[in-house]
């Protein structure tokens, strides 16, 4: 439990909301997973962690035109949830959005082209960080707008619907756009005509740099709200892999009967700032011993702990894993570096009129 009083006693620490299960009830049921699944799960959070830490150091040198919103800490939410999707579920999200692409299988030398504004990025320069795009994984498309992507994917689903396909749309959010009311609409849109979406609520618990207590009345529930709309709720621990994962499987098969829509709140913590490199806790905003905090519960680090207990995991395969990682970066980031710029004929690409 992260608790106690900014030293000034202006600002109240965030309280770690909620403990989850722990990895106490996982023990015996790792038992039951495939071990080359569970390493793809570390792995898979270990490359997002050391791709953003390595973007995060190289930002400085003002050559990634592009702002960009870190996941660091938040790697089980995207890891974990996309694990559950299939390559041709679609999937939409707001401006963070490194680690779905990532996870959902996005190609990494076009994702640092992008960030450059490269011709060869993922969206020939046109997105930047903030929106992604590949549609050979199903990553349809992220929205910088706080709920932007929302009604879209809601709109996807009803297509999804409307031709008989057998896939769903999952649609990534944050804590703060719970606030705008196009949420509500659509999930009640999609509640009312059964659609086959995922809504994965991100509650980083901030906004910027505005604190959700600040924002949201005591007591207030995301997942109890969605709840009231006839939605099939579900919160999860969002630094434990695997509860993300399982959830969302549920939720996936769930909505892949039939059912209707089905919403998970995720609930883990960004270390870094909203935007750009570091840790912008100086500001006052935040207690730098709460970011500490949770920092302890690392979502990789404590996986990664409980693979090496079962000799599942060893620090050679850890060891093999960052060399890799660490190559594929760095020619990942010679590829965005390298590669042209634009030029004026591309202005008329992917342009459409009547």
């Not at 938040?74 to 963070?96: F, K, P, Q, T």
């Not at 929302?150 to 649609?171: C, D, F, S, W």
């Not at 995922?198 to 207030?220: A, H, I």
């Not at 695997?242 to 709140?265: H, K, M, N």
């Amino acid at each position: 439990m992260v608790s106690g009083l900014f030293s000034e006693g202006r600002i109240r620490l965030i309280k770690y909301p909620y403990q989850g299960p722990g990895w106490g009830p996982w023990m015996d049921r790792i038992k039951t997973y495939n071990p080359d699944f569970l390493l793809r799960l570390y792995h898979d959070m270990l490359r997002i962690r050391r791709i953003e830490e390595s973007i995060e150091s190289r930002y400085h040198e003002d050559q990634m035109k592009t702002p960009i919103h870190l996941v660091i800490g938040m790697e089980a939410s995207s890891v974990g949830s996309c694990a559950a999707l299939n390559i041709r579920d679609s999937l939409y999200c707001g401006h963070r959005t490194h680690g779905q692409y990532l996870a959902k299988g996005g190609d990494l030398k076009r994702m640092m082209a992008e960030f450059f504004c490269r011709s060869t990025g993922c969206v020939g320069s046109r997105g930047g960080s903030m929106h992604l795009l590949d549609k050979s994984v199903g990553m349809e498309g992220s929205s910088a707008i706080v709920g932007g992507a929302v009604p879209i994917a809601v709109g996807t689903a009803l297509a999804v619907q409307m031709k008989k396909e057998n896939r769903i749309v999952a649609l990534y959010l944050g804590d703060a756009a719970t606030e705008e009311g196009v949420v509500w609409e659509s999930l009640n849109f999609a509640a009312l005509k059964k659609l086959p979406i995922v809504f994965v609520c991100e509650n980083n618990f901030f906004s910027v740099c505005s604190p959700l207590e600040t924002r949201q009345p005591p007591g207030v529930e995301i997942t109890k709200k969605a709840e009231s709309f006839g939605v099939k709720s579900e919160l999860v621990d969002g630094i434990n892999v695997l509860d993300v994962y399982e959830a969302t499987r549920r939720a996936r098969e769930w909505a892949l009967s039939g059912q209707g829509p089905y919403f998970i709140e995720t609930r883990s913590y960004r270390w870094r700032g909203h935007g750009g490199a570091g840790d912008d806790s100086h500001t006052g905003y935040r207690d730098p011993e709460e970011v500490k905090a949770w920092q302890a519960l690392c979502p990789v680090q404590s996986f990664g702990s409980i693979l090496l207990s079962r000799g599942i995991l060893t620090p050679e395969k850890i060891a093999t894993m960052e060399e890799s990682i660490k190559a594929e970066f760095e020619e990942a980031f010679q590829f965005g570096l390298t590669s042209p710029d634009p030029v004026e004929a591309d202005l008329y690409r992917h342009v459409y009129s009547d």
